[in-house]
């Protein structure tokens, strides 16, 4: 009997691991419209920055893509929103899209339908009161979803986007600027969303990366828009 107990522990902890993972893929999801990259052979890259708005660090933001002409997609966090709402009309009136990250920033694993409604609305409401118009996509806290998450998506035939280039997930690159822009340059394609946290001091390095990153694609010859705009650029789907 304990080595049966043994055998079910050992089976159920490589079940929860395997789901752990399963809801961190970023180009994966149970059901609902997942964007993570777009198929396009038009040489164009979505830059999506998470967090915030806050101080000082949305101002940066905003001096350096302004001085490279380029659009951004931002996905704000609510509770930071509510705090913050002139930086996020700043962020409008550049020219970048506003994305909705929930309210609080807590992974949507493990909670109830009316909490993981409540992170998303009253986001949305905010992001209404600054501004936005037409649909508002959303990005998961952490990436996390499973299933009731992209269950509420799915019935609000609302677009979850994630990203095909993520450089600071891994931690020797994240604390170098020079090997996020490397990263990132390695990694691109056509039709890519680059993932970049620059709102609080620990992304310093991400912060620095984003003015070289930007000289470095454009030479490349890639051109850079919004989440919506990417979108509107996906190839046509070939008949069967």
């Not at 149970?30 to 890259?45: A, C, M, R, S």
């Not at 915030?52 to 966090?77: D, R, S, Y």
């Not at 509420?152 to 979850?160: E, F, G, I, K, S």
Request: charged share 20%.
């Amino acid at each position: 009997m304990q080595a049966r107990a043994i055998v079910w522990l050992v089976f159920l902890l490589f079940c929860t691991a395997a789901v752990w993972r399963l809801s961190s893929r970023a180009d994966f999801q149970l059901f609902g419209e997942l964007v993570y990259q777009v198929q396009t052979e038009q040489k164009v890259i979505a830059l999506t920055f998470d967090d915030g708005p806050e101080l000082e660090k949305t101002e940066q933001i905003l001096q350096i893509l302004a001085a490279e002409q380029v659009p951004a997609t931002f996905f704000l966090v609510g509770e930071a929103l509510e705090r913050n709402p002139e930086l996020a009309k700043k962020l409008l009136a550049a020219g970048h899209q506003l994305g909705n990250h929930s309210y609080s920033h807590q992974r949507m694993l493990f909670k109830s339908p009316e909490f993981i409604a409540r992170e998303i609305e009253k986001t949305d409401a905010l992001l209404r009161d600054v501004g936005v118009t037409g649909q508002i996509l959303f990005r998961p806290p952490y990436g996390k979803k499973l299933v009731l998450l992209p269950w509420y998506l799915a019935t609000h035939q609302r677009v979850a986007v994630t990203w095909d280039v993520a450089p600071e997930n891994y931690r020797q690159i994240a604390k170098d600027s020079q090997a996020i822009v490397q990263h990132c340059l390695k990694e691109v394609q056509p039709g890519s969303i680059i993932l970049l946290h620059v709102m609080y001091e620990p992304r310093r390095a991400s912060m620095q990366a984003v003015p070289e990153l930007i000289k470095q694609l454009k030479a490349q010859g890639y051109r850079f828009v919004t989440v919506d705009e990417l979108l509107t650029m996906r190839a046509p789907t070939k008949p069967n």
